[in-house]
């Protein structure tokens, strides 16, 4: 049991800091940081005194004295775990975000209703903090950076975060090794959302290579025969399986897939994975069989679709024809309309869909009906100096608690369509999930399925739905299901997109943009449909101006 003075002054602190969370008497929790503060300060082990001389102590008193006997007795202070029991798990890890004090993390929490870092920096991008009172632009840019950097130090990256890491320090190692071959595989190679480690197979000698990282500040952290592990000051741990030229291509293959496919392959093929190729493409050839690209290589049936005919050439971000799902200043995004339609224009695409939030989402200041009647004049008169590219009028409209809409039927009826998705009540079970979204699938309103699951990568999971039973109810009321391309959203999962293409069900990768920049990320949308084989028939933003027109008047028969 540790129960020396620093263990026993970070409980009285941590007591102090949950207690002013909690909005109990300042008095109160005051007393308990100066006895944190006091405690750790002396120069004798609590555990040492008699108990006489504890109380005696100058700052800790007949309260804080008992409390003392509590910890040094069970190595616990049950007052504290009380206060710990009653707090989310994440809003108590915001205590390790500087400039993260105790007052702002009850408005965050109790007012913003947010429990998690990860959906803080979420609400930070969507500029959410400013409309709380001690947030103005520049803490809400400090929390943003604070959290970024807090996030890089856990161990697990969304690919967004690392990309430019690892483009660089793959380029780094290709200039500085250039007489050996590297190429990164793993995790990476297979686009996968999360990054936990990045992989290079490699036929430089490892002596080498310890010398080059430890010369540029990374240790080592797991080394055996066939690989070593670095991890550098940014806290990403890099992967080097060492191969001979022979088997490189073999080893570039094997660690480029998901572990069903590589058995699946290796009992198909009777390989052991030790095979001499000159490309990866010669496998396929040598097996007779049509080549899968390293994103496809992940459930085992994939294998006989190869053998079948060679596999449809997947969607690519050029295939991207349109921004749909997105916020302008009317709402919570950061840019006028007609900003975000020029940089459409700019961008090559043929319209663009503004789907500022509906009245409900009062935090995002969403729409009234007398500023949406507004908003489609100012469109309407938009669309005549813009021509030909055109605006669609849209809306992202909450699904409230009982699964209708935010709107009347009158209302809904102006849009040219409706992006129907979950933003408050959160914390449901299934039961009450599927309540909500199956209604509001079912509303003839509906054209797209916003984020399905509300899940926040790395940070929250998604409300539990049925996947199967949203995807069929979506099939059987011609519902797109968008993939939120946001990199810490990537919702609907890309697991189940083949199920939903096998029901014929159009998916629609959207950036769901609060500002210009925000455009990029279709780049990760695009990057994760691959991984099922997504092709842009069936992705909504991938029509042209003339399809969307046809499709919109379609649905709305
Ligand atoms: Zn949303
Ligand atoms: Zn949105």
Redesign the pocket.
């Known amino acids: 049991m540790i129960t020396d003075n620093y263990h026993i002054a970070d409980q009285f602190s941590l007591l102090s800091k949950l207690m002013d969370i909690h909005g109990e008497n300042s008095f109160k929790t005051k007393s308990y940081s100066i006895a944190a503060f006091t405690i750790e300060k002396l120069p004798e082990q609590l555990s040492t005194l008699p108990e006489d001389k504890i109380f005696a102590i100058k700052g800790i008193g007949n309260t804080i004295g008992k409390k003392i006997m509590e910890v040094l007795e069970s190595g616990e202070l049950p007052v504290l775990k009380e206060y710990i029991a009653k707090t989310p798990p994440g809003v108590i890890e915001m205590l390790n975000i500087k400039g993260l004090g105790p007052k702002k993390i009850a408005t965050v929490w109790k007012e913003m209703e947010i429990e998690s870092i990860g959906e803080l920096v979420y609400a930070c991008n969507e500029n959410r903090l400013l409309l709380y009172k001690g947030f103005g632009e520049k803490t809400q840019n400090n929390i943003r950076e604070t959290i970024e950097f807090y996030l890089r130090s856990q161990g697990s990256h969304l690919y967004a975060e690392i990309e430019s890491y690892a483009l660089s320090v793959d380029k780094k190692l290709k200039e500085y090794f250039s007489g050996n071959k590297f190429e990164l595989a793993g995790e990476w190679r297979r686009q996968l959302e999360i990054i936990n480690q990045l992989e290079w197979v490699t036929t430089a000698d490892v002596a080498v290579l310890k010398t080059f990282f430890e010369k540029n500040n990374f240790t080592i952290s797991a080394q055996d025969s066939g690989k070593i592990i670095f991890k550098g000051p940014e806290n990403i741990s890099l992967c080097f399986l060492i191969s001979d030229d022979a088997s490189f291509y073999s080893k570039l293959f094997q660690s480029s897939c998901s572990d069903e496919f590589r058995e699946a392959w290796n009992k198909t093929f009777n390989e052991d994975g030790d095979g001499t190729y000159t490309s990866e493409e010669e496998i396929f050839l040598r097996k007779k069989i049509h080549f899968i690209a390293p994103c496809l290589r992940e459930k085992a049936s994939i294998i006989e679709k190869a053998k079948n005919g060679a596999l449809p050439a997947v969607i690519q971000p050029g295939d991207i024809k349109a921004i749909i799902h997105s916020h302008s200043n009317w709402s919570d995004g950061s840019n006028t309309i007609e900003e975000m339609a020029r940089a459409c224009i700019e961008k090559g695409y043929e319209y663009l869909v503004i789907s500022d939030h509906s009245k409900s989402a009062f935090y995002a200041n969403g729409l009234n009906e007398e500023r949406i009647r507004e908003q489609h004049r100012y469109v309407d008169e938009l669309n005549q100096r813009l021509s030909p590219f055109k605006i669609f009028k849209s809306i992202?409209c909450d699904i409230l608690n009982d699964g209708n809409l935010d709107y009347s039927d009158n209302i809904l009826s102006t849009f040219d369509l409706v992006i129907a998705?979950v933003?408050s009540n959160l914390k449901m079970n299934e039961e009450k999930a599927m309540m909500r979204l199956m209604r509001a699938i079912e509303n003839p309103h509906t054209t797209i399925l916003?984020?399905m699951t509300g899940r926040l990568l790395l940070s929250r999971p998604g409300y539990p739905v049925n996947h199967k039973k949203i995807i069929d109810a979506c099939a059987a009321n011609k519902v797109v299901i968008e993939l939120n391309a946001h990199p810490r959203r990537l919702d609907i999962d890309w697991r189940w997109l083949d199920y939903a293409l096998e029901k014929g069900i159009l998916i629609s990768i959207d950036p769901?943009a609060h500002t210009i920049d925000g455009y990029h990320d279709i780049t990760y949308g695009v990057l994760v449909a691959q991984k099922s084989g997504l092709t842009p028939e069936k992705n909504l933003s991938s029509f042209n101006l003339k399809q969307m027109e046809a499709f919109l008047a379609e649905k709305k028969k």
């Open positions: 992202e998705s933003h916003g984020h769901d």
